[in-house]
């Protein structure tokens, strides 16, 4: 009788999660989405992806099913654009209907829909357009923020060289000379290197960007209703931006102390004002959440990704001494030792502005681009897309896309240069993406990159204790390929 009960409720289960599976996929195909490889119920096509190299995952996913194809994140489909014509054909040729940000849940859990990157209508327009301006204002491309950086540039060797010849990693000074830069505008002072707030600001910034990034912040992404109450690494990422909105309240309690509405001296006395003006309108934008998500967005924006070109970019010349050879030979005839460079002075460094761009697309730190959402239905390439899709640009595949760079996969200025060694735009070269959507930041980051490479490339070598043959400049593995690998390096004066 027992096992007549039992075989009952085992039959029973089998058919329930048969008559579901083939519901399920019935109401996949009704979808009408682009074609992809087929999910499995509940997992969706992670058992197809790897959460350690998903970007690489996708590119080989695009060879099979083409520029425009599905895949499902749990129950969750997402359309991928793999290839710089089809991302441009989806966010610029089509860019109304691809330009509303994606639903992105863990950027929700942490900001709950405040800020720039990660909102959507009026509340996006206007702080995008009041972060430009304010960005502007204080300098973003001018000759203020070059002042600023070429400060910290020098910084940076000073303080690579207090090690004399013992190779240091320069990861955590990389970090402060970049989100010192951003510090100037954003609070209108830098912080000493040594200061204990501001390299608990870091520490804080990184952790969280890494957690983001990592299988476990995959997995929290795809299935938040679980892994948010389980514990784990990944609920670091709560308890740093709550340790982070602590550190801006802190910082705005002292804006207020001293605010003098006739001068504003960085990026929240603007902010403050804004809300000051607005105090009485019931619907504005101009709050402390959307102050705190504004300014989480610019350092996350502008602080790690910053840094890990960087870091990207001295390892790249300890691989090609050649490189860092031509780059200085370069510098010394258009520049000299009698001043420091400035921005432009790139429209007469050929060579250099094309390692700079080679450097970014190599680096390839944003494989994957935030989500994006359609905002009607569509059609792209033959495929029907619709209404309120979610959609990632494949970046990786831009960068690496055969049509539009000769050796992808090689580390190679060539890349943007002619065949009279004039500098050579290339219409696929987008580490800040394209369209509406593209990087807040991507003024400053490109003004940081090549300021801070050239002034210290004016005075010192970069110089390595390894050979070039055993430097490695390709990711970390299991690292979704946005992490670079450690390594060491010493300055000596030219």
Same mark, same amino acid.
């Given at each position: ?294 300014? #989480? ?7 790690? =990704? %910053?840094?890990? !070109?960087?870091?990207? +970019?001295? &390892? *790249? ?47 390839? #730190? ?7 959402? =359609? %905002?009607?239905? !569509?059609?792209?390439? +033959?495929? &029907? *897309? ?47 993406? #394209? ?11 490109? !003004? ?47």
């Amino acid at each position: 009788m027992e096992l007549g009960v039992t075989g009952s409720l085992l039959l029973a289960v089998f058919i329930s999660l048969l008559l579901y599976i083939t519901s399920w996929r019935r109401k996949i195909k009704r979808k009408n989405m682009p074609p992809g490889p087929a999910p499995w119920p509940l997992l969706g096509n992670m058992m197809q992806i790897s959460a350690r190299e998903m970007p690489q995952s996708l590119r080989k996913l695009s060879e099979k099913y083409g520029s425009v194809f599905t895949i499902y994140l749990a129950n969750q489909p997402a359309v991928i654009l793999a290839g710089y014509d089809c991302v441009r054909e989806a966010l610029v040729d089509q860019g109304k209907i691809f330009g509303a940000r994606g639903s992105n849940t863990l950027g929700d859990m942490v900001f709950k829909g405040y800020g720039v990157i990660l909102t959507n209508g009026e509340r996006w327009k206007l702080l995008r357009r009041f972060s430009l301006s304010t960005l502007r204002n204080f300098g973003m491309g001018r000759k203020s923020i070059e002042e600023r950086i070429q400060e910290e540039a020098n910084y940076f060797a000073e303080e690579l060289r207090k090690n004399g010849d013992a190779p240091v990693d320069p990861t955590p000074v990389l970090s402060q000379v970049v989100s010192n830069v951003i510090c100037s505008v954003v609070y209108g002072k830098r912080f000493e290197y040594e200061d204990e707030r501001f390299k608990t600001l870091l520490s804080l910034l990184k952790e969280a960007f890494t957690r983001m990034s990592s299988p476990w912040g995959l997995l929290l992404n795809i299935f938040p209703s679980l892994f948010s109450r389980l514990p784990g690494p990944h609920q670091k990422i709560f308890t740093n931006i709550d340790k982070l909105k602590v550190f801006v309240a802190e910082r705005l309690a002292d804006h207020q102390e001293t605010l003098d509405i006739n001068c504003p001296r960085d990026f929240i006395d603007c902010f403050l004002i804004k809300m000051n003006e607005e105090k009485d309108n019931p619907n504005t934008e101009f709050h402390f959440d959307n102050l705190f998500g504004t300014v #989480i967005d610019i350092f996350f924006a502008g602080t790690e =990704t %910053t840094s890990t !070109t960087l870091k990207y +970019g001295f &390892n *790249i010349l300890l691989k090609y001494p050649e490189v860092q050879r031509k780059i200085q030979e370069e510098l010394d005839q258009v520049i000299g030792q009698n001043r420091c460079p400035l921005l432009e002075d790139r429209l007469n460094l050929p060579y250099t502005d094309a390692v700079m761009h080679e450097i970014q697309r190599f680096a390839d #730190i944003t494989p994957l681009a935030l989500p994006h959402s =359609t %905002t009607e239905d !569509t059609i792209l390439r +033959g495929h &029907n *897309i619709p209404k309120g899709s979610l959609v990632f640009p494949l970046l990786s595949s831009v960068h690496k896309d055969l049509k539009y760079f000769k050796n992808p996969k090689e580390f190679d200025p060539g890349h943007f240069l002619d065949e009279n060694g004039r500098f050579k735009k290339n219409e696929a070269f987008l580490p800040f993406s #394209i369209g509406k959507r593209s990087c807040l930041g991507e003024s400053l980051a490109r !003004t940081e990159i090549f300021l801070i490479l050239t002034t210290v490339l004016q005075k010192f070598h970069v110089k390595s204790d390894l050979t070039p043959r055993d430097i490695e400049i390709t990711p970390q593995p299991q690292s979704n390929g946005s992490i670079p690998r450690t390594y060491k390096l010493y300055l000596t004066p030219r």
